[in-house]
């Protein structure tokens, strides 16, 4: 058995895998740049030798003769629930296909906080970055620009977008479960939606909800729009406090975690769901096809856009034209699940009645 080499640091450099491959450190490390140069035997020899002395490759100090560093960042506002699992998860696992790494930062809907982690990516010589929504500070765009990175914003779409973008249409999503309920008969319904403020994707519901209202000529008694940040424990709190007053017939939620919180709350009240409250979400994250009921919700892709945008990515950071734009739309679906019913005939809406279309 080959006795291992080690550096005097401890660390195996590829001076130790040459060594023991019986090459030149030269050849090494064409081999872990471009392996295609290097003949399969002599290839199998060094790989043989790396996997021996645990070597692994340093890929920041490959940078000084690379300009790719193997890693691509990605931003978002929240790690601290199910929001952005899905879409982590996605994207992480196409870099690995891709023989790349994520960097991965939030920053709690702060966007001065973000413009710090972006420039502390710059410095880690980044290949890429991705961020949640097209808001945030114009410093941090212009740093991204000035240094030529790729750059993509998920999650969301916008016409005339400021960045490339990959995402879901959030207005419409909102229009489709607001309608979802009008057709059901609901005419008194509550939204709680977070603030809008630095939040393209909540400015984008709440706009698509307000005007699903007001097309069907609903009024909206300011009562009945509540701000709620996407927490279930504060969304089941405000829940609680509105149906221990006006109970609506319906509530369309900002998102899946927020309607979560509503479902908690309208069973400690001792409701019958959906018969004396329907219930609506955005996003149909993990658990809520699983929860009683299983939530009424519109399915915003994660997945396929975690999957996407990393793709992207690799292939802008490898052109030399990192600011080409390939937007995409990517679909969203009305899953009907059993949150969701008709309203009791003898319910009496805090707004003026509007009789129900056939």
């Keep these: 058995m080959n006795k291992r080499v080690r550096s005097k640091k401890g660390a195996p450099g590829i ?15 064409r081999y872990f740049n471009s392996p295609s140069v290097v003949k399969p035997q002599t290839r199998e020899l060094i790989c043989a030798a790396a996997e021996q002395l645990g070597y692994i490759r340093n890929r920041v100090a490959g940078t000084m003769h690379n300009r790719f560093s193997g890693t691509i960042g990605l931003v978002v506002p929240t790690i601290n629930n199910a929001i952005f699992s899905e879409l982590i998860e996605a994207f992480s696992n196409q870099l690995r296909l891709h023989d790349r790494t994520m960097l991965i930062a939030s920053h709690n809907y702060d966007l001065q906080l973000e413009t710090t982690i972006i420039k502390s990516l710059l410095e880690r010589r980044i290949d890429g970055v991705a961020l949640v929504g097209q808001d945030h500070e114009k410093s941090a765009i ?11 914003a998920l999650w969301g779409c916008q016409q005339d977008a400021e960045l490339p973008f990959i995402g879901a249409d959030n207005k419409e999503a909102a229009i489709k479960v607001t309608q979802h309920l009008i057709d059901l008969g609901h005419r008194d319904i509550a939204f709680l939606f977070p603030d809008t403020v630095n939040n393209d994707r909540a400015r984008d519901r709440q706009a698509g909800a307000m005007e699903t209202m007001q097309v069907n000529g609903l009024p909206l008694p300011k009562s009945r729009l509540i701000r709620c940040s996407y927490n279930l424990a504060e969304a089941k709190t405000l829940a609680l406090q509105m149906l221990a007053q ?13 309607a979560h919180g509503v479902i908690y709350a309208a069973q400690q009240s001792g409701l019958s769901l959906p018969e004396q409250l329907s219930i609506v979400g955005i996003g149909d994250f993990p658990g809520s096809a699983e929860i009683s009921p299983g939530l009424t919700t519109v399915r915003i892709p994660a997945k396929r856009i975690g999957q996407l945008a990393a793709a992207n990515l690799v292939e802008r950071s490898e052109s030399e034209h990192a600011e080409f734009s390939l937007d995409q739309v990517i679909a969203t ?20 009645s509007v009789p129900a279309t056939s």
């Design 15 to 29: 001076v130790e895998v040459a060594h023991l491959a019986g090459v030149s450190p030269a050849t090494v490390s």
């Design 246 to 258: 006006k109970k609506p017939t319906a509530i369309v939620c900002g998102n899946d975690i927020i």
């Design 333 to 352: 679906n009305l899953i009907v699940r059993q949150s969701t019913t008709e309203p009791l005939k003898n319910h009496v809406s805090i707004g003026n």
């Design 142 to 152: 212009a740093m991204l620009r000035a240094r030529n990175v790729p750059v993509l």
